[in-house]
């Protein structure tokens, strides 16, 4: 089975400069989340999506960051534009939908290091 | 914001000798998880123990959850080299409404020296 497929791999760009993510999950899985990881920290939850609607954004800044799943498959993370801070991991994830109630593992890309200058 | 907290934030051991891990968490949780990031990669899931369940076992892992303390413990038998990675909990609320969000803590740094 594939797992979930993240590009690019590594992206180093300028402040100000804008930049995507891709994410393709695990074929089947309904659920995907986008997380970002600071060095030294534990992922933070930015944006989930279940298919192609949005249940959860509370954490992603929204004057900067945009993220979208057509056809409720693959998704971009858009950064627009960078800053400083935003260096970091971003980590793409996806799970089955659990049963009312109940909950399913995650499973997680490789993820993108993106390092603003 | 985070909700788990580990402890300790760095362990360092030998080879064969057991490592163990805890965390804490403050809202009331429907599972917690454990996972595993090795040096620059993506997080692997290790294990899931539910509200309802006290302790669970897979291969040399055993977790342990106590939900009035509000604690989880992970315990590493036996380790080995290959055991070196970040180790993170993860509570996470259900699905219904919450779609199976999952809230990580900042991570124990685990060192196996052979």
């Known amino acids: 089975e594939a797992g979930v497929a993240q590009s690019p791999r590594y992206k180093i760009i300028e402040k100000r400069q804008s930049v995507a993510f891709w994410c393709n999950p695990i074929s089947g899985h309904a659920t995907l989340y986008w997380y970002q990881q600071i060095l030294g920290q534990g992922p933070k939850l930015l944006i989930q999506f279940q298919n192609n609607g949005v249940v959860d954004d509370s954490q992603l800044p929204k004057d900067r960051f945009s993220a979208e799943r057509l056809k409720g498959v693959d998704s971009t993370l858009k950064i627009q534009p960078a800053k400083l801070e935003d260096s970091a991991v971003y980590l793409c994830a996806s799970s089955l939908v659990g049963l009312a109630g109940s909950q399913n593992e995650q499973f997680f890309g490789p993820g993108t290091r993106l390092t603003v200058l | 914001s985070q909700q788990g907290e580990e402890d300790p934030q760095a362990l360092s051991i030998q080879e064969g000798e057991n490592a163990t891990m805890n965390c804490s968490y403050k809202?009331?949780?429907?599972?917690l998880q454990w996972y595993r990031q090795n040096s620059g990669r993506g997080l692997v899931h290790l294990i899931l123990i539910r509200s309802n369940e006290r302790e669970k076992h897979s291969g040399r892992l055993r977790v342990t959850l106590d939900t009035s303390k509000k604690s989880s413990s992970l315990l590493i038998t036996a380790s080995r080299a290959a055991d070196t990675a970040s180790y993170f909990c993860?509570?996470?609320?259900?699905?219904?409404?919450?779609?199976?969000?999952?809230?990580f803590g900042q991570g124990t740094i685990l060192t196996v020296h052979p």
């Open positions: 993860a509570t996470g609320r259900g699905g219904g409404t919450s779609y199976g969000k999952l809230t």
């Open positions: 809202t009331s949780i429907n599972n």
